[in-house]
């Protein structure tokens, strides 16, 4: 059965996951909204963000601020070594002509080669610069006199630190050069000043930051690492109803998978899992109940009314449209967890409120991964959840508080989602959520409250509807009993009034303990004649010619009699136990001390009820008010101290007996039992007064 439920849902469900053949062209509108059929990466889209942020990082430099300094300290040593050569080249002049070694004056080359003696003389790490420099640069500084050279020193010097203050790298060198530049020009050095100057500026001005490749390489990795996969998520919307399939639309449609006609597998295999997991959580409840009975009515009641509960799901898929996405919301999603809770059991139905929500996932795919399906399964599990936690009354018992959980509750839950999402209260589609939300709630109250009659008739034996009838004076087993035994008849009667008074005052289920006192009695029309109550006034009672045993076995089938009669009649359950129960396993103490004085040895277990003993609260009121009721009627005056007496130690032997050991009333409610029948009793034997008789008639007595 349970392998034939799982089919049964998975072909309700299947339809609902199964791809719509679509014609997808580029180029092409759609003929309607296409969503995502599954979340996946669109790793082409990821790679290229990934490059876009990879270019957009700037190269990482180190700043060395000791290269201007170094740059101003060889700039300085030129122009002392050219200072120096000129000197030394000047002053060997003079010396050869005192000694009148004519010689011709000195060259540009003489001091030039001077000079470049004095660079040989400088460090490795330096000689790069010094030997740089072209010889006509050296030889424009031999032609200026020491003053000018002065100036053209000062001026570099000046221009070039204020340079190299800024950060210069190689992109930026030549910019800066141009900046030098321009500032020598706009000084006061003359042409042939301002040219030494632009040539020694192009030399001694020089990159002061390096790209650092290590650090870039790391933040562009960094940047890539940042970018987030570009993800396709399951039901975002590819394309609009309308709109035009580009490109773009194409390739994600591609990735999907969706351009070509294959369906994929694993929302299936969820849908399996998800009925095995349902499966194994019924039977788990099934497994506790206590009788086969119960079992069988759990696991047939949950079958029958989840199926029930997917087919008006798919109903209404049926009209779900992208301008109506809240029809799912008309669900009546509180009945089946109120039927189940009022009438099989509150974890069957919490049960089902769980998987009535599960299963919308798979009804409305189309949904998955919007926003609109997390609020539809938030509202339905909400209101779901709502109907377990009524109790197992009766709605029109507690209309009142079906009302504010099945209906306000609801209606507020979903105001206060909408305002969550930032969704406008004034918008169509929001009011169309909340009006979905408020008549789904009331179709749930309405139908819950209007088919309770009918289901209690579905699954219970002693429904309501079933209960009025064999009430009914007319139903041919009280016709009988009225006929043949209308003694019993009335004490039947009686019984069932301070049961059913008694039975409601401890809040037990007083109809059926009326209709069950109409019977419980039944088999004592086969005997009729042999219960005292039947016999007609001054009519000799039959058991004082026979045995004490035999008139324990007309006794004792009165109760088996009754039993069988009902069984065949179909009687409720209820109402065939509490027949059953309602003498226990107590002793015939008449006829077991008659049978006494016979036989010493007699056993008391043979003169005792076979029982079982009363199992229900509603069987022990029987049990008690049943003994109470003939005690009452067999005395000649009863009065209210007589009849508090009786009853108080009727209770009082019952429970020194053990008879309501297995009941489970209590102390607190047999005392309120106690006070019901006494009332009920002394209501019912009152005294009566006796009315003064006329003289003609005590006249004509005499006569």
Not at 576 to 605: V, W
Request: proline content about 4%.
């Amino acid at each position: 059965m349970s392998v034939l439920f799982g089919l049964v849902l998975f072909g309700l469900i299947f339809s609902s996951l199964r791809q719509k053949d679509m014609d997808f062209r580029e180029g092409s509108l759609a003929s309607q909204t296409i969503r995502a059929n599954k979340t996946i990466e669109n790793k082409a889209e990821t790679e290229e963000k990934r490059k876009l942020a990879e270019s957009a990082i700037a190269p990482s430099y180190n700043y060395d601020e000791h290269i201007a300094t170094e740059q101003l300290d060889k700039l300085t040593r030129l122009f002392d070594y050219v200072t120096k050569a000129k000197e030394e080249v000047d002053k060997a002049a003079m010396a050869s002509a005192n000694g009148k070694n004519k010689k011709a004056a000195p060259t540009l080359g003489d001091y030039v080669a001077n000079l470049k003696g004095q660079f040989e003389k400088v460090d490795e790490l330096d000689m790069p610069y010094f030997t740089s420099i072209p010889d006509s640069v050296l030889s424009k500084m031999f032609e200026l006199s020491t003053s000018n050279l002065s100036n053209v020193k000062s001026q570099l010097n000046k221009v070039i630190a204020d340079t190299m203050e800024n950060h210069i790298h190689e992109d930026t060198l030549a910019d800066y050069r141009e900046k030098a530049k321009d500032s020598i020009d706009k000084s006061s050095l003359t042409d042939q000043e301002n040219s030494l100057a632009n040539s020694l500026i192009r030399l001694t001005l020089v990159p002061n930051e390096f790209m650092d490749e290590k650090k870039t390489e790391e933040l562009k990795k960094t940047a890539r690492q940042g970018v987030n996969p570009v993800m396709i998520y399951h039901g975002e919307v590819v394309v609009r109803e309308g709109v035009q399939i580009d490109a773009r639309a194409m390739n994600k449609l591609e990735l999907l998978g969706m351009t070509n006609k294959d369906t994929s597998v694993f929302p299936y295999v969820a849908l399996v899992l998800m009925i095995v997991l349902q499966l194994i959580s019924l039977v788990w409840i099934v497994r506790d109940s206590d009788t086969q009975a119960k079992r069988f009515r759990v696991f047939h009641s949950y079958v029958f009314l989840m199926i029930l509960s997917v087919l008006l799901m798919k109903g209404l898929s049926l009209f779900q449209t992208e301008a109506n996405p809240f029809i799912p919301l008309l669900f009546p999603v509180a009945l089946v967890p109120m039927i189940l809770n009022m009438f099989v059991s509150r974890r069957a139905s919490i049960l089902a409120a769980l998987f009535q929500v599960t299963f919308c996932l798979f009804v409305y795919y189309d949904l998955a991964g919007t926003s609109n399906l997390l609020l539809i399964l938030s509202v339905l599990i909400f209101s779901g959840m709502m109907a377990t936690l009524l109790s197992s009354q009766k709605l029109g018992r507690q209309r009142s508080k079906g009302i504010l959980w099945l209906f306000i509750f609801p209606t507020i839950f979903v105001c206060v989602l909408v305002i969550y999402q930032g969704m406008q209260l004034s918008d169509t589609t929001t009011l169309g959520a909340i009006i979905c939300t408020m008549i789904g709630s009331l179709i749930s109250f309405v139908l819950a409250i209007g088919l309770h009659p009918y289901i209690d008739l579905w699954l219970n034996d002693d429904s309501m509807i079933v209960l009025n009838e064999l009430s009914n004076p007319t139903q041919p087993l009280l016709k009988r009993l009225l006929e043949e035994a209308p003694g019993t008849y009335h004490h039947s009667m009686m019984v069932a009034s301070l049961s059913a008074n008694a039975v409601a005052a401890i809040g037990g289920r007083s109809l059926v303990t009326r209709v069950a006192c109409y019977y419980h009695d039944i088999g004592k029309i086969k005997y009729s004649n042999f219960f005292v109550e039947n016999l007609p006034p001054d009519a000799d009672n039959p058991h004082d010619f026979l045995l004490p045993e035999d008139s324990k076995e007309i006794i004792f089938s009165h109760v088996t009699e009754g039993v069988k009669i009902l069984e065949e009649n179909h009687m409720p359950k209820m109402v065939i136990d509490i027949c059953q129960q309602h003498h226990g396993t107590t002793l015939m103490q008449f006829f077991y001390r008659s049978a006494l004085e016979r036989n010493p040895d007699l056993k008391e277990e043979d003169f005792r009820y076979p029982g079982p003993k009363p199992q229900t609260r509603e069987a022990a009121v029987v049990n008690i008010a049943d003994t109470c009721e003939a005690g009452v009627r067999a005395m000649k005056q009863p009065t209210k101290e007589s009849i508090t007496e009786f009853v108080s130690n009727t209770i009082e032997r019952r429970i020194k007996d053990g008879q309501l050991d297995e009941s489970g009333i209590t102390l607190g409610e047999l005392k309120i039992v106690r006070e019901s029948l006494i009332n009920g009793l002394c209501s019912t034997f009152h005294s009566r007064i006796e009315y003064p008789k006329f003289k003609d008639e005590i006249e004509g007595k005499s006569k």
